[in-house]
C-alpha cells in the first residue's frame, strides 16, 4: 500500500471513501501557432466569433438542466462563465489579435489567456488567484470548438462509486456528475477556498483538494481509499489495509445513520441542562437540512451570498423576498439574520462597485465598516430584515464590531428605519434583538461592555483566530499556525462567555469551532450553552451533549486552564475528552 497523494480534505458528512480511480481528462487544451494570409483574416474571426456562440450555447445547455435542487452557489459559477463569454477580454481580444498579427483563432485565444491568467496569478488575494481557473475553463470550452474536439461528456460514463480525479473540477463538470453515486474528489489543484472545495462541501462528498501531482501518480482503474479527515489518498491497498478502511467506512455510515435516533431527542445534557443546537445557513436552500436535523433556530445567516456572481447588489424587495422565503420554510424557529459581512475573504467589488483592497483586506474595509461607509448598500437590507420580522421570529447580527462607537452608529441606523418603516405604515417586529458578532480581539476584550449594549453575542472563531493570532485564515503557507487551542484563544471564549452571563446577555458561538465534536466538551465546560453550525454536524454534536456532564466538565475545565500555559493544549484536551466521556 502506498501513501499516493497528500492534500487538502474537505469531509463534511463522509470522510471515508473506496472506489476505482476514474481520470477526468481535461485539463488545457493547447494550441498551435499557425499564421494565416492577411486574405484569411476575416473568415478566421467569423470562426472565432461561431466558436465563442457555440460554447455559450453549451454552458446554456448546462445551465437549462441543472436539476432544481442543485445549490444555486453551483449555478452561479455557470452564469459566471457566460458572463465572461461575453466580456470583452475574452470574446474580443482575440479578435484584434488574429487582425494584428494574421495568427490563427486558437493560437489569438491563447494568447489572450495566457495574458489573463497572469493577471489573475499576481493578484494577492488568494481567492481571486483561483478564478484563473475560471478563464482557463472557459477559454477552453472556445478552443473545443475550434479544434472541433468532441471530449466525451462526463455523463456519459457510469462513475457509480468512483473517485474522480482531476487537474480542478468545473461546475458544469460537478452537475453532470450529480447524483450518480460518485465516492469521492481528488484535485491537483484549489485549496479550501477554491470552488471545487465549494462544491464538495455544498454536495456532502468526501474530497480532497491541493493533491499535487495526483493526476500522474494514480492509475486510471486502481483501487485507492480517500481519507478527507487526514487529507490522504492511499493508492494500491493491501487487503489489511482495505480491512481497517472497509471497517472505518462502515462504521461511518453507521454511526450517521444512528445520529438520526437524535433528531426527535432533546438537547440536553446528562445532568439536565439544555442546550441550543442552531444551524448555520448559507442559501435559502439549506433550510430544508436545518428542519432535517430538527435545528432549534438559525444562529447565523450568511447575507453575502446574495451579493455574489453578481453585478449590482439586490435590492430591498429582492432581500425581502429571500429573507421571508426562508422564515416561512422554518416554521417559526428563530433565525439569526448577519448583516453583509462582505469584503476580504468575500467577494465584494464587482457587485458592489468599491475599490479594490489596497492591502491586508482582512483589515481593511470589511462588513460592519464596508455597511456603516456605504449606508445605500446597507440600508436596503436593514429595512428588508426589519420587513421580515413581520413574518416570523428574526434577529439582526452585525459581523466584525471593533468598538462602541461603531455599534452606537449601526443601533441608531436601525432606529432611523424602524422610524422610516412606521411612517411608512410597514410592518416589523419593534423589539427585534440587535446582537453582535465577537471575532475581533479588541471586541471580546471589551465583551462586558458589547453585552451591556447589545440583546446578544456570537462569537466567530474562524475570524476571531485569524485576528488573534495574526493569521491569515485562507492562506495554506500558515494554515499550521490556526490553532483554537491556543491559550489566548481560550481565555478569550471564556471571557466573552462569562461577561455575557454577568450581563445576562445570551452568548452563543457560531464558528467553525461550535460545530466540532473535539472542542464541544471543552466549550460546555466553559460555559457555552448555544451553538451554531452546519446542519450536517448538529446531530453528532446533539450525541455530545446528551452524554455529557456539565458540572464535571466545568471542574475539568477549570484544571485545564489553570495548566494551559505549562502543558500541551492536545493533550490536556484529549485528556479531557476521554475523562469526559
Ligand atoms: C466567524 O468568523 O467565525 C464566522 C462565523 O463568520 P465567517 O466565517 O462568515 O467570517
Ligand atoms: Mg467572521
Known amino acids: ?96 489579435t488574429i487582425r494584428e498579427q494574421h495568427c490563427s483563432a486558437e493560437w489569438a485565444l491563447q494568447l489572450r489567456c495566457n495574458a489573463l491568467v497572469q493577471v489573475f496569478d499576481e493578484m494577492e488575494d488568494p481567492y481571486l488567484r483561483t478564478r484563473k481557473d475560471d478563464v482557463t475553463h472557459v477559454a477552453n470550452q472556445i478552443q473545443k470548438h475550434l479544434q472541433a474536439r468532441q471530449d466525451k461528456p462526463a455523463g456519459a460514463e457510469d462513475l457509480n462509486g468512483k473517485i474522480i480525479l482531476a487537474q480542478d473540477l468545473t461546475p458544469a463538470d460537478t452537475i453532470l456528475m450529480r447524483n450518480q453515486g460518485i465516492a469521492a474528489f481528488v484535485t491537483e489543484f484549489g485549496g479550501p477556498m477554491s470552488h471545487t472545495a465549494i462544491l464538495a462541501r455544498s454536495l456532502g462528498i468526501p474530497a480532497i483538494v491541493g493533491a499535487h501531482h495526483a493526476t500522474q501518480y494514480l492509475q486510471q482503474g486502481e483501487l485507492l481509499i480517500v481519507d478527507a479527515r487526514r487529507g490522504v489518498v492511499l493508492a494500491d491497498p493491501d487487503e489489511r489495509m482495505l480491512e481497517h478502511f472497509r471497517k472505518q467506512l462502515a462504521a461511518e455510515q453507521a454511526h450517521t445513520a444512528s445520529l438520526q435516533a437524535l433528531v426527535d431527542r432533546p438537547s440536553v445534557t446528562a445532568d439536565g441542562t439544555a442546550i441550543t443546537l442552531m444551524a448555520n445557513i448559507e442559501l435559502p436552500e439549506d433550510i430544508k437540512a436545518t428542519a432535517g436535523v430538527d435545528a432549534a433556530g438559525v444562529g447565523l445567516y450568511r447575507t ?74 446597507f440600508r436596503p437590507q436593514l429595512r428588508a430584515i426589519l420587513r421580515a420580522s413581520a413574518f416570523g421570529p428574526v434577529r439582526i447580527m452585525i459581523p466584525m464590531l471593533s468598538n462602541i462607537q461603531e455599534l452606537r452608529t449601526v443601533k441608531s441606523l436601525i432606529e432611523e428605519v424602524k422610524g422610516e418603516l412606521k411612517r411608512e405604515g410597514l410592518a416589523f417586529d419593534s423589539a427585534i434583538p440587535v446582537g453582535g458578532m465577537i471575532e475581533v480581539p479588541a471586541a471580546a476584550l471589551a465583551a462586558d461592555s458589547f453585552a451591556r449594549h447589545l440583546d446578544f453575542l456570537s462569537i466567530g472563531t474562524n475570524d476571531l483566530i485569524q485576528y488573534t493570532l495574526a493569521i491569515d485564515r485562507i492562506d495554506d503557507e500558515v494554515n499550521y499556525l490556526y490553532d483554537p487551542l491556543h491559550p489566548s484563544i481560550l481565555r478569550l471564549i471564556q471571557q466573552v462567555i462569562q461577561a455575557g452571563r454577568a450581563a445576562g446577555k445570551p452568548v452563543s458561538m457560531c464558528g467553525e469551532m461550535a460545530g466540532n465534536p473535539l472542542y464541544i466538551p471543552l466549550l460546555l465546560g466553559m460555559g457555552l450553552r448555544e451553538f451554531s453550525m452546519r446542519p450536517g454536524s448538529l446531530l453528532e454534536a446533539k450525541r455530545i451533549v446528551r452524554s455529557s456532564d456539565v458540572g464535571r466538565l466545568t471542574e475539568c475545565v477549570k484544571d485545564l486552564m489553570a495548566r494551559i500555559d505549562e502543558e500541551d493544549p492536545v493533550q490536556l484536551l484529549s485528556q479531557l475528552n476521554s475523562a469526559t466521556h
Request: aromatic share 4%; net charge negative; charged share 30%.
Open 1 to 96: 500500500m502506498t501513501l499516493a497523494c497528500a492534500g487538502i480534505g474537505i469531509g463534511v458528512i463522509r470522510s471515508i471513501a473506496i472506489g476505482e480511480a476514474w481520470h477526468l481528462r481535461r485539463g488545457r487544451i493547447e494550441a498551435r501557432r499557425r499564421f494565416i494570409s492577411a486574405a484569411e483574416v476575416e473568415d478566421e474571426t467569423a470562426r472565432f466569433r461561431q466558436a465563442v456562440e457555440a460554447a455559450r450555447q453549451d454552458l446554456k445547455a448546462v445551465r437549462d438542466h441543472i436539476p432544481k435542487s442543485t445549490p444555486t452557489d453551483i449555478s452561479a459559477f455557470i452564469d459566471t462563465h457566460l458572463l465572461m463569454l461575453e466580456d470583452a477580454a475574452l470574446a474580443e481580444g482575440p479578435l484584434e
Open 304 to 377: 453575502e451570498f446574495l451579493y455574489m456572481n453578481r453585478d449590482s447588489p439586490p435590492n430591498e424587495e429582492e432581500h425581502l423576498e429571500t429573507y421571508r422565503r426562508v422564515i416561512e420554510g422554518l416554521n417559526g424557529i428563530p433565525i439569526t439574520i448577519r448583516t453583509l459581512d462582505l469584503g476580504a475573504d468575500k467577494e465584494v467589488e464587482r457587485c458592489c462597485h468599491t475599490p479594490p483592497p489596497a492591502s491586508n483586506p482582512a483589515l481593511g474595509l470589511r462588513a460592519i465598516r464596508l455597511c456603516l461607509k456605504e449606508p445605500e448598500l
